[in-house]
């Protein structure tokens, strides 16, 4: 079965904290996995990773793929309230074919 | 706005009715997807077309469910007789050439009474 799994279901942190949100998946041949963040309503695109152990960044968020271990990570430092929001991390298994999605992690940072 | 647009963002109908959703792709985005999301689940493939052509759907769309893209640019899902399991947030994504980065429009929360 070509589950995505994430972990935690649920995290509440504190402003300034640092989160690492984890994203497993069941199929070794895939071409990509995707990370999207989703508020109160369309889920918008964070990252797309291909190859293993490439970060890739943007501003206080960064993501790394481990394709032998199949697992994705997403980091957010120095959280703030907006980026309170339920994350989600989706394998896309070839080109063009739909995506598989996670339930999500719920990440809520307070002030 | 060049994103993806969908409407209506609400409707609310008796069971047993039937209803319809308008999704506007991104200009240019060649496929075009729609997935279910209810509350706690990531979003669920229902269907996909490339151009005008619908290529793959899931189990979970059953005959009272029809979607069309007639012209290879908008989009709409048709659920006929809604029962009260159909009730969901309906997401519209669109994607460009072979790219899997898909962008989604804001959905159309469907409540069934």
């Known amino acids: 079965e070509d589950k995505v799994v994430q972990s935690p279901l649920s995290l509440v942190v504190h402003e300034g904290d640092t989160v690492t949100l984890n994203c497993s998946y069941e199929?070794?041949?895939?071409?990509?996995l995707l990370w999207y963040k989703q508020e109160k309503k369309a889920p918008t695109f964070l990252f797309m990773l291909?190859?293993?152990?490439i970060e890739k960044k943007s501003g206080r968020l960064s993501s790394i793929l481990d394709k032998k271990e199949l697992f994705s990570i997403l980091n957010i430092t120095a959280t703030q309230t907006g980026d309170s929001a339920v994350y989600l991390c989706?394998?896309?298994?070839?080109?063009?074919?739909?995506?598989?999605f996670g339930k999500g992690t719920r990440l809520s940072v307070i002030a | 706005d060049t994103g993806v647009s969908q409407n209506p963002r609400h409707k609310i109908t008796k069971r047993g009715q039937n209803v319809t959703f308008r999704c506007d792709p991104i200009?240019?985005?060649?496929?075009l997807y729609w997935y279910r999301q209810t509350l706690g689940q990531g979003p669920e493939f229902l269907t996909y077309?490339?151009?005008?052509?619908?290529?793959?759907k899931s189990r979970l769309l059953s005959d009272r469910f029809s979607a069309e893209r007639p012209k290879g640019s908008f989009s709409t899902l048709e659920i006929q007789r809604t029962e009260q399991g159909d009730s969901a947030m309906y997401l519209c994504?669109?994607?460009?050439?072979?790219?899997?980065?898909?962008?989604f429009g804001p959905g159309t929360r469907l409540t069934v009474t």
């Open positions: 199929v070794t041949n895939f071409r990509s």
């Open positions: 989706a394998r896309a298994p070839t080109g063009n074919t739909p995506l598989v």
């Open positions: 994504a669109s994607a460009r050439g072979s790219q899997d980065e898909q962008y």
């Open positions: 291909t190859s293993s152990g």
């Open positions: 077309f490339q151009n005008e052509a619908q290529l793959e």
């Open positions: 200009s240019e985005h060649n496929r």
